[in-house]
């Protein structure tokens, strides 16, 4: 499956492996969007103890995984659904980006917030598709 292949080399290029090699499509965006929030959270710790190089470093993480879930979308077959993710990702890139330069914590709280709902949703897609096996885990 293409996507999946995308979301594996998108997971690989920010340097997390655990899982990857057993998880299905939706496990690996689920991974990337915890790989997200956590490098969000991170970056907003770094803001507010003026560590400029660990908050680029967060930054750095989260911009590269934004671009990643970006990559995975499937405009055919996702019709409205990837347009609007792909939006988002974009106005979420373009915050975080401002939030480096400026410094801004508020910036990088708006993101998570936004992001965090749809990692909620991405959470409750197994349950919905219970019918179809998620892992292929041996």
Do not use: C
Not at 7 to 30: H, I, K, T, W
Not at 82 to 102: E, F, G, T
């Amino acid at each position: 499956m293409a996507v999946n292949r995308k979301a594996m080399n998108a997971y690989r290029s920010v340097g997390v492996s655990s899982g990857v090699e057993y998880a299905d499509s939706v496990q690996l965006v689920q991974m990337l969007f915890d790989g997200l929030l956590a490098a969000l959270a991170d970056a907003e710790g770094h803001m507010q103890r003026n560590a400029i190089a660990e908050k680029g470093e967060s930054i750095n993480r989260a911009s590269k995984i934004l671009i990643g879930l970006q990559s995975t979308l499937d405009f055919e077959k996702g019709g409205e659904l990837a347009r609007n993710l792909s939006d988002l990702y974009d106005y979420a890139m373009r915050r975080i980006l401002k939030a480096n330069l400026r410094n801004d914590v508020a910036a990088i709280q708006e993101v998570r917030g936004l992001l965090g709902e749809i990692t909620s949703a991405w959470e409750l897609l197994p349950s919905l598709l219970k019918d179809t096996p998620i892992a292929l885990a041996s």
